[in-house]
């Protein structure tokens, strides 16, 4: 007996107007011409305040959502995002200036990553935002530079956790990692903090990302709030910032479905008096990064060839694995899946076939889908990939082979 194939989730963020997709009430077709060239990425502004908003109908008041630029740090999108959250977490230099550009106040932008440059400690300082410390030398590298500048810098300890955040698609902690400050360090660490003419704010836990099971949030909460209470209780003073990560994903393959925000939201509730309790001055952060833009973007690029070799199907496009590394399956990917792909001008065509969507570099890692049922498609179509408004366009590698970069548009 054949098991019915897994399916990916319905992708009922946008609209679909005479058989095409639209993204911002256009239909994708009109943008193509529009922009003059595929391919190109779309964001539509309206399924971001989408995100926003379900997270804050559903999460306590007490959570800040900040929003993790590195998903997609395009400046229209930053700028959009500083308009929604309530601050935002910058891995860079250049991170820091669109943060900066964006009008978000000094207090609400965190800086986190491992070997930051004497470069980019400077500038943090100069701008006052706060900076999450990876290691015990970055203490000693942010102290000196704040004495040589005469300015005190603003610093939290990033914790290397003692849990991990269980089936997590990227695990970001637990066991020896290059993030953070191992747990079990941070008291000895806080003795120096106090000696240092530092201004100490709190701590940053993250644990993973990309988890799309309650259960195992809710574990990795309880775990948080227990350690950060606990290393609290060796801080030089009452600490103001508790960052306890983000993590929620959202469903990419065949299977998965969008995460349930309720019992997260219950256990957030259950917890937060005993937090409130130790911690009075600490505002609480989940800083997120795909759940707020991945669903908001897709990728649209144009067939240029469609061929048959030995009897199997493929249509060939402008655009690839150059563009949109995660689509292909080389961004993290064990086992290849396909993201959600359509033939985004024939989105109600009954008949499908079974394809292959290729892109035109030279490996035959270049697969945008694989095997895929989909809408019988002909030369000048459009192919869109849904779920493509994170770790998309800065997080392919877009000089290989020397083709243009795609355009990206917010709608
Ligand atoms: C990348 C990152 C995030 C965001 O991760 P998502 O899976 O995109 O939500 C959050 N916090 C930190 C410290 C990060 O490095």
Redesign the pocket.
């Known amino acids: 007996m054949n098991r019915p194939a897994l399916q990916h989730a319905p992708m009922k963020q946008f609209t679909v107007k005479e058989n095409c997709l639209c993204i911002g009430g256009t239909k994708v077709t009109d943008l193509a011409a529009q922009l003059g060239r595929t391919p190109f990425y779309a964001y539509d502004r309206s399924v971001m305040n989408n995100q926003v908003e379900r997270l804050r109908n559903s999460l306590p008041k007490q959570i800040h959502l900040h929003y ?1 630029m ?2 997609n740090p395009m400046p229209e999108v930053v700028n959009h995002m500083a308009t929604l959250v309530d601050g935002l ?1 910058v ?1 860079s230099k250049g991170e820091l200036g669109v943060a900066l550009a964006s009008g978000t106040p000094v207090k609400d932008i965190s800086f ?2 491992p070997g930051k440059t004497d470069t980019e400690l400077e500038a943090a300082i100069r701008a006052g935002i706060t900076v ?1 410390l990876e290691s015990e030398n970055e203490l000693v590298r942010i102290n000196k530079i704040g004495i040589r500048l005469g300015i005190q810098p603003v610093v939290a300890i ?1 914790v290397n956790p003692d849990f991990e955040l269980k089936t997590s ?2 695990k ?1 902690g637990g066991g020896p990692k290059q ?1 953070g400050i191992d747990a079990e360090r941070v008291p000895e660490v806080l003795k120096t903090v106090e000696q240092m003419d530092v201004r100490f704010r709190g701590f ?1 836990i ?1 644990s993973g ?2 988890n799309l099971r309650p259960e195992a949030i809710i574990e990795a909460h309880d775990k948080t709030f227990d350690l950060a209470i606990r290393l609290a209780g060796h801080a030089p003073c009452e600490i103001d910032l508790l ?1 306890i ?5 959202i469903p990419y393959f065949p299977g998965e479905t969008r995460i349930d925000l309720e019992p997260i939201a219950a256990n957030l509730n259950r917890l937060l008096p005993d937090v409130t309790k130790a911690l009075p001055k600490a505002e609480l952060v989940m ?6 833009v ?1 669903e908001a973007g897709v990728y649209i690029c144009r067939i240029i060839d469609k061929k048959v070799s030995r009897g199997y199907t493929f249509l060939i496009a402008d655009g690839g694995l150059h563009h949109h590394l995660s689509a292909s399956g080389n961004f993290g990917q064990v086992i290849r899946k396909n993201y959600p792909v359509t033939i985004a001008n024939r989105m109600k065509n009954e008949i499908k076939e079974s394809v292959s969507v290729v892109g035109p570099l030279c490996t035959p890692l270049d697969l945008l889908a694989d095997k895929m049922e989909l809408s019988i498609a002909e030369v000048g179509d459009l192919v869109a990939v849904f779920q493509s408004g ?2 998309g366009y800065t997080a392919s590698p877009l000089g290989f082979l020397s083709h243009p970069a795609p355009l990206e548009i917010l709608i």
Do not use: T
Not at 287 to 292: A, V
């Open positions: 993790a590195k998903a977490g891995a986190a990553g999450n990033r698609g990227m970001m993030f940053h993250f990302s990309q960052n990560g983000g993590g929620l994903g800083e997120l990064g795909r759940y707020l991945g994170a770790y």
